[in-house]
């Protein structure tokens, strides 16, 4: 067997509890305080801790517990008699715990269900040292094992999982490729059901970038190949290929959905950056010395099926995580210049790696700003630690990104002469606002709802810099993290709840914000986190239930009305006409939106049916414009 190997057979289960977060009734959650730190080194790394294990998968699981998974190796930390493979990491205190996982969950994938409990998928077959195949497998069980899969939790808290492949290589193969979906818990017939897209996509198509969309379809990219999936009704429709450069493993892009606003009527717009325009996978020639795409492309499927062009990225990068941060802007890290994922024994590798020029310099995107003006590197420094294959990273709550992993080896690998190691440093970045002071909001309900009543959040003259009309600069908004790996963050999503606003007197404010849109298709339930973000700067965030806390049809309701706009003038509660305005108020979010928006005029007529009526029309009259 090749120790290029990438793909798994075992299934492996990895289920976290989302501390307290299955909720029977909704409460208020005590207030955000400040972050622990408070002179961070802005726009820079620190490496903070050892992550016991690398980090190929990495999930936030509680306010101050990260989960790192990784492939069965020889990692020097022991438990039950055998090198650990996953770990728990404090973030109050940088430290860990090794945690025992009895199958191999390399190259897994990972979603959180609807009830708060984390689901790790997937997995490679068992091996022993020097990642070798082991003569025994005794793997086995209700489900199609497949490696290289991608998961996506759907409207009802349960979890698709798409394609992958049954034992191993670089790519795919037709000898061995799971080109099915399936579902867990299972829907009705557990029979994994057969993907047109898939079957036609090889061999670079495991790994597929999958997004469910607010109209509950789901868009499905693999390889050069495009396609909207209504699992519902079984039925694929094939879309235009996506230009300039493959975009899933191992070519790798950085995706990222942009953040869904009443002002972009809830559309899904997909951002994809980099990856490789390789057509040749086989592994004869320097893969490793071949430049990785600098293009990105945007798609909005519910609305059209066309990609369209968007700024390039400052070069080519292949395995790049896209991180949304709670102000809209999305934060590019890790990755490198040339060559893709994967690894192995061929001459021209990297020691194993099959990439090479690691981009050590973080760069942000502003989905808001002008075309030619999206990217920026003004304030960012680089990491001085090569994040190759099986990086991956997440948002933080109090708004900081942690990183880890890197390891191109397809064994514990360390010491002198190794240009990328096993790696176990973990680094925080601080973005701008970090060590500014954060508004204190109170009243976030510890659950959302499908639409009702909406709900008031208070912030003080401090949270508003002694200037009630910051208050028309705040917005709320939801944010789940995902679940990092193979540059990818599976289920990263952002929502900006509408929202207005009754500014007083004495510079304090109300928030009047509206519970989510009426449709579980639009941010699926499960726990997430929400911040208040004031003039550009987030308050801590705390986490909430998304729903009903279980597995179930989601009970939707009609949005409640949300109060006039206004600042009081005067003890007398008076409002000011030059201060009132008529509808809601996103804050930073409607700036986001409008970029948005403008990518959303060419209408399909494809995909609406399973809105929700009232969020079905305003698209219909958005496409009339």
Known sequence: MSPSRVCRTSLV??????????????SVLSAPGQPSENDAPIGQFDIVGDSIVSAQQMFLGTLDKVYFVDKTERNPAQIAGHPAWAAEYSISSNSGRAMDVVTNSFCAGGSVLGNGTWLNVGGNQDITYGGLTAQTQNGGGPYDDPDGGKSETLEDGSVIIIGGCSWGGFVNDASQTNPTYEFFPPHNDPTPINSPLLNRTLPANLYPLTWLLPSGRIFMQANWGT?????????????????DAVRTYPASAGTAMLPLTSANNWTATILMCGGSNINNWQTNWDIAAFPASDSCVTITPDVSENYEDDDPLPEGRSMGNLIMLPT???????????????YGNDSWAI?????????LKPVLYDPSAASGKRWSRDGLSPSTIPRMYHSSATLLPDGSLLVSGSNPNADYNVGQGIKYPTEYRVERFYPSYYNSRRPQPVGIPSSLLYGGAYFNISLTSDDLSADVHNVQNASVVVLRTGFSTHTMNMGQRMLVLESSYTGNGDNSAVLHVSQLPPSAAIFPPGPALVFVVVNGVPSVGVQVMVGSGKIETQAVKEAASLPQSKILTSSSGEGSKSAQSNGSDT???????SAAMSRTMTFTGLWFDTMAPGILAAIFMLASL
């Not at 509890?17 to 009734?25: C, E």
């Not at 802007?329 to 893709?340: D, Q, S």
């Open 351 to 359: 020691g194993q790696s099959y990439a090479d020029n690691p981009v």
């Open 328 to 342: 809209g802007k999305i934060f590019c890290l890790n990755g490198a210049g040339t060559g893709v994922a994967g």
């Open 227 to 243: 396609a909207i999936l209504d699992y519902k009704n079984q039925k694929e429709y094939q879309l235009p290929d996506v230009p």
């Open 13 to 26: 289960w990895l289920l976290v509890a989302a501390s307290s977060m299955v909720v029977q009734s909704t």
């Open 587 to 593: 804050g930073a979010g409607g700036q986001v939106s």
